[in-house]
Structures are given as structure tokens and as C-alpha cells.
């Protein structure tokens, strides 16, 4: 059988994930990516008088690095279908490594700040110049060694609406500016969740 990287990797290394201490979800998610495209999911026979082709099913797990693409393009497409058709502007937003763990060992926390980061954005929009703004933000937790680094892409429209209605085209973003927005904004919901006991540290 000619197998893909992925399961190349996850075979030889079963050893390390498939155990009792690793989350259910990662280790069904990895399982079901190694029977991917196998018979073991089931499969669908089409023959003719001369010729029959067996069709094996797919996992359509995300994490299957062909079932996963697949999502991500159809994803894509359906933003692009959405988005207006306006220039836009790409800002991350990262954070000290030393916080890193906290949002890895806390991850309703790590969901918190795909939100955090847009809100830091429309209220700078808004203080600068009374703009509302459109705002996608994604939450990346890894970086391209696959080592833990929690950071927030966001794609901002270029311009924003004021509220009579009319569109200006064009706002300027001063990074130092935002970044000390989203530091407060970090601090403060670390500060709130550390109150309210939602944060557990050592």
C-alpha cells in the first residue's frame, strides 16, 4: 500500500500518540486519518459487464491532510464568495512566549482571543476616527517548526463605515498603537480569569 506522508508519520510514530494520556480527540482524529481512503471505512463497488472499480470512503476528518485540504478550499471559497469586494490590511497579533502555556494548558481562554483581537481592532477603528470596521480574525497555535506559539492573523477592510453611513476608503493603523490595545486587552482577561478562577497555575 502507498501511503501518504501524513500516514507515513502517524505509523511511525503511533507509539508516541496512540496511548492512554493523549487526548481521545487527537488520537481518534489521527486514527481515522491512517484509515483514510482504506477499506476498513467502507466503500462503494462500480462495475460494469467488463470492468469493476472499488471506491474506498474517506475520513473527512480535519485533520487528514486530504480531507482537511479539501475543508480548507471549500472554507476559502465560501469567505471569498462573502467578503466584499474592498482592499483589505493583514495585522498578527502575538504575545510574550511566556504566556504561550497558559493559553495551551487553557484553551476556552486560547478561544477568547480570535474575539479579543477583532474587538481590539473596532475599538481603535472607532477611537481613531468613529469607523466601524470589518474584521476576520484566526487563532494560529503553532508556528512553522511546530512548536506552540499562540498569535491571531486578522484581515481588516482598508477603509470603514462611519455612522452616517458613509464609507471612507482609507484608515491608517498604527501598529504600536494597536499592539498596546491588545496588551491591555491580554492582561485584562488573564487578570479577570485568574479573579474568577478560571485560571489554574501552578
Given at each position: ?7 507515513q508519520i ?21 486514527r481515522?486519518a ?8 467502507g ?9 469493476e472499480?472499488?471506491v474506498c470512503?474517506t ?5 487528514c ?8 478550499v471549500?472554507w476559502?471559497?465560501g469567505?471569498w ?11 498578527t ?10 493559553f495551551?494548558?487553557n484553551?476556552?481562554?486560547a478561544?477568547?482571543?480570535p474575539v ?7 475599538a481603535y ?6 469607523l ?16 506552540f506559539n ?12 462611519q455612522?452616517s453611513?458613509?464609507w ?14 491588545w ?9 479577570a480569569?485568574l479573579r ?7
Amino acid at each position: 500500500m502507498k501511503y501518504l506522508p501524513l500516514k507515513q508519520i502517524l505509523t511511525q510514530t503511533r507509539a508516541y500518540w496512540d496511548r492512554d494520556e493523549t487526548r481521545p480527540a487527537v488520537r481518534d482524529a489521527f486514527r481515522k486519518a491512517l484509515l483514510c481512503g482504506t477499506p476498513a471505512l467502507g466503500a462503494e463497488v462500480y462495475a460494469s459487464e467488463k470492468q469493476e472499480r472499488i471506491v474506498c470512503h474517506t475520513c473527512k476528518g480535519k485533520g487528514c491532510s486530504s480531507c482537511g485540504y479539501r475543508a480548507t478550499v471549500t472554507w476559502q471559497r465560501g469567505r471569498w464568495a462573502a467578503l466584499p469586494n474592498l482592499p483589505y490590511k493583514g495585522i498578527t497579533f502575538t504575545m510574550p512566549h511566556m504566556l504561550w502555556e497558559i493559553f495551551r494548558d487553557n484553551p476556552e481562554l486560547a478561544r477568547v482571543l480570535p474575539v479579543l483581537a477583532g474587538n481590539v481592532i473596532q475599538a481603535y477603528a472607532s477611537a481613531r476616527q468613529g469607523l466601524q470596521v470589518g474584521v476576520i480574525s484566526i487563532l494560529h497555535t503553532f508556528n512553522g517548526r511546530l512548536e506552540f506559539n499562540f498569535h491571531v492573523h486578522t484581515m481588516i477592510t482598508s477603509g470603514g463605515l462611519q455612522s452616517s453611513g458613509r464609507w471612507l476608503s482609507r484608515l491608517y493603523y498604527d501598529n504600536d498603537v494597536i499592539m498596546e490595545f491588545w496588551r491591555r486587552a491580554v492582561i485584562v482577561l488573564l487578570s479577570a480569569a485568574l479573579r474568577t478562577g478560571r485560571l489554574p497555575v501552578d
